[in-house]
């Protein structure tokens, strides 16, 4: 072990981790990825070479990696250790296998956080890697890599997408003024920050009465990021299309219950017959959206609590009081982490 507590193999993991993070909001359906080639041995192991998937096609991180390399340095990749935060995949995708490349590049040793869930790979990398005679190590700082991927994991191994829901109260516990009317609560750095988050996730969701209540826009226009697919929930479709919500922008899901061919015909706009909560994330997961964030009001928000569809919630507390209005949810969950955004106290729970 070092002075930090680490051992060399989890410290240089924890850079390709940090690496990782550089793809967010620009890789999905991928995954995040970090990867670090070293070369030496114990006080000696240094970094050649560092790289993270950029961009949803674009070349994967262990190829950025050994291409980062320098030309006099490309010789040590037959004595060198990869660092990658998920197993290199084995399988033709919209680049070549990346385990394919390590092997051509006779690296030694390839250390991983996690197995890849994805049936195309799962396992399939490794055993490639293994065959060619590299030598293979996985399981290192597991817990971290799958928090990094947790909406990668969630799709494959519960089918469904990864649901974060997001509200914010005041002190004395409002999400909303009396009948639901919009209230400012939380700051301007607040609201920039969860526009920052609306271009990391695949989707957005509100209820029929935020739609048209607050009109919102869900868009990142706040932050230089891609805009979500907008789902609204408009089970009796209710919800006339002057809102901004079908403003044809950015494509948009409207999931409801009501048996009749008479939909409008909207630019961008798909409506989709669902029964339940279930139903729309079933109907999510087979379009291949990994993540959802819900800003819907209090009656969408305890929905999704009652159903057990959540794995993360982000409340912003305010120091401003209400009187009366509508209570915000109860929360549920872990602590994860608490911080001071402007004059708002954010606090992030993780579903146990």
Not at 92 to 104: F, S, V
Not at 123 to 147: N, S, W, Y
Not at 157 to 169: D, F, G, N, S, V
Request: with cysteine.
């Amino acid at each position: 072990m070092n002075v930090s507590g680490l051992s060399v193999d989890e410290r240089f993991m924890r850079r390709a981790l940090e690496l990782a993070t550089l793809g967010r909001g620009h890789v999905s359906p991928n995954p995040m990825v970090g990867c670090v080639i070293t070369h030496g041995s114990g006080s000696q192991e240094r970094i050649i070479g560092e790289g993270w998937h950029k961009r949803y096609g674009d070349w994967h991180a262990e190829v950025n990696a050994v291409n980062s390399v320098l030309p006099e340095h490309q010789q040590l990749l037959s004595e060198a250790t990869v660092y990658v935060t998920l197993e290199p995949c084995s399988h033709w995708g919209k680049t070549p296998p990346c385990a394919d490349l390590l092997i051509e590049r006779h690296v030694k040793r390839v250390v991983c956080c996690n197995d890849d869930p994805n049936p195309l790979v799962s396992g399939q990398g490794f055993a490639k890697l293994r065959a060619a005679g590299i030598q293979v190590e996985t399981g290192v700082l597991a817990e971290q890599g799958r928090l990094l991927n947790a909406r990668f994991f969630t799709f494959f191994e519960q089918k469904r997408p990864y649901i974060l829901l997001k509200w914010a109260e005041t002190a004395d516990g409002f999400i909303a003024g009396a009948g639901g009317q919009p209230v400012k609560i939380s700051g301007d750095l607040a609201h920039r920050l969860v526009h920052r988050w609306r271009g990391e996730e695949d989707a957005i969701l509100v209820g029929a009465n935020t739609a048209r209540l607050d009109n919102p826009r869900l868009n990142t226009r706040l932050w230089e990021g891609k805009d979500p697919t907008r789902v609204v929930l408009d089970r009796n479709l209710t919800l006339t299309t002057d809102l901004h919500l079908f403003d044809g922008s950015q494509p948009t899901l409207v999931y409801h219950a009501s048996q009749t061919d008479a939909l409008p015909d909207l630019p961008n706009v798909q409506y989709v017959v669902a029964e339940s909560l279930y139903q729309v994330m079933s109907d999510l997961y087979q379009r291949k959206v990994q993540s959802v964030l819900v800003e819907g009001g209090a009656v969408v928000l305890n929905a999704f609590m009652e159903a057990g569809l959540w794995d993360e919630m982000r409340v912003f507390r305010s120091r401003t009081m209400l009187g009366n209005g509508v209570k915000a949810p109860t929360v549920r969950g872990i602590i994860h982490s608490r911080e001071k955004v402007g004059d708002d106290e954010l606090t992030s729970y993780m579903k146990p």
